[in-house]
């Protein structure tokens, strides 16, 4: 200004701009240092940014861990639970099989002692030396020592054969079987066995000649187990043994008017070692079941307490 007022233009020029240029620098270093500490500041908020972000990933997988280890504990605990549960009833099942066995045993035990017995004492009677008695007489007691000792084999052999069949799984179908004429057979078997009074027939609508592609032995063992069955726990009225086929399926009924098997056993009669208290299965039943089974068919059973039981077979 003063220079101004001097008239000394050019040097009043030169100090204005010496004075702006000095002002336009102090305002850039303002600028400048703000600048820095706004950077400063967008420097330390990435860090904490990334910091955060760094800790919200560290708690995420501490959490997703803690899951996973609940999610594991949870696991194990219902396993164990189950497992436990599956040995108690395991342990429950083998009781009751020892239960069974026993009962099977002293059943089995009774079976085969009482042909024993008769064996034993006809045996002691024939080797008397004071035995008074004619042929016929002798020729008797031998067929009933025989008779006997064929039931007993017959027991064993039935036994030693679901222990061998359970072991192999399926049963040869190779005999071509005339059914009219094994079912003759096995009925003729078991009448001297029927108690007095008991009428025992076969109703069949088979052709003479019908055949069926089977294990012989197998059926004729289903067979037989299902009349001794019927004869065992039938006093009075009959048996009756039938046979039909529809399409597909032979069709073999053994009918009774024994004791009967209580409703509240109808389920558990077919498993093995399992007789009631108002009638005697022994292996009977289990042995169809499980015969009937390995040739491929199934088994029926309708029954009534007192008035009898009817027992079907189904064979493709």
Excluded at 145 to 169: F, P, R, V, Y
């Amino acid at each position: 200004k003063i220079l101004e007022m001097a008239g000394r233009w050019k040097e009043a020029f030169e100090s204005l701009r010496e004075e702006t240029a000095a002002n336009d620098s102090i305002v850039n270093v303002i600028l400048i240092n703000s600048m820095q500490g706004y950077r400063d500041e967008l420097t330390i908020y990435d860090l904490e940014r990334k910091s955060a972000k760094a800790r919200t990933i560290t708690l995420s997988i501490i959490i997703v861990l803690l899951l996973l280890l609940i999610t594991a504990l949870a696991y194990i605990t219902s396993s164990r639970h189950r497992h436990m549960k599956q040995l108690k009833r395991a342990y429950e099942r083998a009781m009751e099989s020892d239960k069974m066995k026993a009962a099977f045993i002293q059943n089995m035990s009774h079976e085969v002692r009482t042909p024993l017995n008769v064996i034993t004492g006809f045996a002691q009677i024939l080797a008397d030396p004071e035995l008074d008695s004619d042929a016929k007489g002798r020729k008797d007691m031998a067929q009933m020592m025989l008779k006997n000792t064929h039931i007993i084999t017959n027991q064993i052999d039935t036994m030693l054969e679901l222990s061998i069949n359970e072991a192999s799984g399926a049963a040869s179908k190779d005999d071509a079987v005339v059914l009219n004429k094994l079912l003759k057979e096995v009925l003729q078997e078991n009448e001297s066995d029927v108690a007095p009074g008991v009428a025992i027939t076969l109703d069949t609508s088979l052709d003479d000649d019908f055949q069926l592609q089977t294990n012989k032995l197998m059926l004729r063992r289903m067979v037989n187990a299902l009349l001794d069955n019927a004869i065992k726990n039938t006093t009075e009225g009959h048996i009756t043994l039938k046979a039909s086929t529809d399409q597909a399926n032979l069709n073999i009924v053994v009918e009774d008017t024994g004791s009967g098997i209580p409703a509240d056993q109808l389920d558990n009669i077919f498993e093995r070692f399992v007789t009631t208290d108002s009638s005697s299965s022994g292996l009977g039943l289990s042995i169809c079941r499980e015969v009937v089974s390995l040739m491929g068919g199934r088994i029926r059973l309708k029954s009534e307490l007192g008035k009898g039981t009817i027992v079907w077979i189904i064979i493709p």
